[in-house]
């Protein structure tokens, strides 16, 4: 029986997270849809009888092995895929996709040492705290704008509140010509610099919350666009 | 005879008003529901049949005919039951409409067990926020359903467990309460997991990023 009304996956993670692990085992096309609902923050579907639009504000995270053996690109070169399985495994994730994602991190082997050593490690708790603070600071900046979170600044607005200092501007110059990055990654580095920005209650942008940012911008290199 | 019950259903996430309009009258003894059904809204007449001889009451052998208007969108849900069921008791005077006041400002919305049991059902926050905003008084719902509905103030909310009690509510005979309307949803409690990120040793940027992450900045 088709049902004529169900919401998907993203509706059902509207402000929440969709979590999807071991991405490029995911269709292609399933993927590829994604890039609307992320941009606009909901979904529209067409069916014979009606359009439905549903709400889809959602964070998503996503993880994905670099190669089908899942060791390429760690330091001791243990990876037996052919350089044909890697671009086709690696390729299932498209660019358009990739560039919407703000935050791309390496998830590297945890040394020996580190495992068995009895460091504490920041608590749930701490982390909480300091992410809460930043959410309050950002509930307050946006408070007459309909808006709750830095993830929801339009253009206009990132040019209001995402101000950057000459120092700050360089950096991002640089960064844009070295990593040939986008025009949407421009935006979307400027948000994650402001929530870091944020996250150290600071007023204004600093070099160190652009750099952060920039770097979580960067892998990209490594894997997706191999010389 | 003629009898029209209000009720409510969903395109989306908005909610929209229905109204049901039950015609009993003679002829060869059928049961139709037209209106745009689909197949559960369809399989609502052996669930609304059983169900109104459990509760005691004689189904009528006669033509009955059910529409949902507006007859022009396509009604899905098992929701319709408890309307349908109220419609066709109304059009054969078992029960009568002015005995309730502001009868004709209440909503009506369950689905039905064959014992006449009434059951959850989804979707019941954005009608009755429609319900709301259309100035109705009263709806009656699933007790299940109560806690949820109870978030909406300015509607008098009727929570019911089986159509028995309903039909007894609808003769003044007894009277419903809302037990779950001083509930107010904790929105802010703080969940507790059993997992903490002092126990994930090393991968710092990975604990950053969704530190970040959770800041809002995706």
């Not at chain 1, 421009?186 to 940012?213: F, M, W």
Request: one cysteine or more.
């Amino acid at each position: 029986m088709e049902e004529f009304q169900n919401h998907g996956e993203i509706s059902l993670a509207h402000f929440g997270v969709l979590f999807l692990d071991e991405l490029p085992e995911f269709k292609k096309n399933t993927l590829e849809v994604l890039r609307g609902p992320l941009e606009d923050r909901n979904v529209t579907i067409s069916r014979v009888n009606s359009t439905l639009t549903y709400p889809a504000n959602f964070m998503l995270i996503a993880s994905m092995n670099p190669c089908p053996c899942g060791f390429y690109g760690t330091d001791d070169n243990k990876c037996n895929c052919s350089e044909n399985a890697i671009s086709r495994y690696i390729g299932q994730i498209s660019g358009p996709l990739l560039d919407r994602i703000d935050l791309h991190i390496e998830v590297k082997p945890v040394e020996y040492k580190k495992i068995s050593s009895d460091e504490k490690e920041e608590s749930s708790k701490t982390i909480r705290e300091r992410v809460n603070k930043a959410r309050e600071i950002q509930l307050k900046r946006y408070e007459n704008l309909n808006i709750y979170s830095n993830s929801e600044l339009t253009p206009a607005l990132i040019e209001k509140f995402c101000k950057l200092d000459v120092s700050c501007k360089q950096v991002l110059k640089k960064a844009f010509e070295a990593l040939d990055l986008s025009g949407r990654a421009y935006g979307r580095i400027l948000k994650v610099a402001r929530t870091i920005a944020d996250l150290d209650g600071k007023e204004n942008i600093e070099q160190s919350h652009i750099l952060e940012a920039i770097q979580y911008r960067s892998l990209d290199r490594k894997y997706w666009k191999r010389g | 005879m003629l009898s029209k019950i209000k009720s409510m259903s969903l395109e989306g996430l908005n909610g929209y008003l229905v109204e049901i309009q039950t015609d009993v009258s003679g002829g060869l003894p059928s049961f139709d529901i037209v209106g745009l059904p689909d197949i559960r809204v369809k399989e609502a007449k052996e669930r609304v049949r059983t169900s109104i001889k459990n509760s005691k009451v004689e189904f009528p052998n006669r033509k009955i005919v059910v529409n949902l208007s507006p007859a022009d969108k396509r009604k899905e849900g098992t929701f319709f039951d408890l309307p349908i069921a109220i419609g066709i008791l109304i059009a054969i005077n078992e029960i009568k409409k002015d005995i309730l006041k502001d009868f004709d400002s209440t909503i009506f919305l369950g689905e039905l067990s064959l014992d006449g049991t009434i059951n959850r059902i989804n979707g019941i926050l954005p009608m009755c926020i429609e319900a709301q905003d259309l100035g109705i008084k009263r709806v009656v719902i699933p007790k299940e359903n109560a806690i949820e509905a109870s978030i909406i103030k300015n509607l008098e909310i009727v929570p019911v467990e089986n159509l028995k009690e309903v039909i007894d509510y609808l003769r003044g005979e007894i009277k419903i309460t809302n037990e779950f309307s001083e509930i107010s949803m904790d929105l802010k409690k703080e969940n507790y997991y059993n997992l903490d990120f002092s126990e994930v040793k090393g991968q710092e940027t990975a604990k950053r990023a969704l530190e970040i992450a959770a800041a809002r900045s995706t």
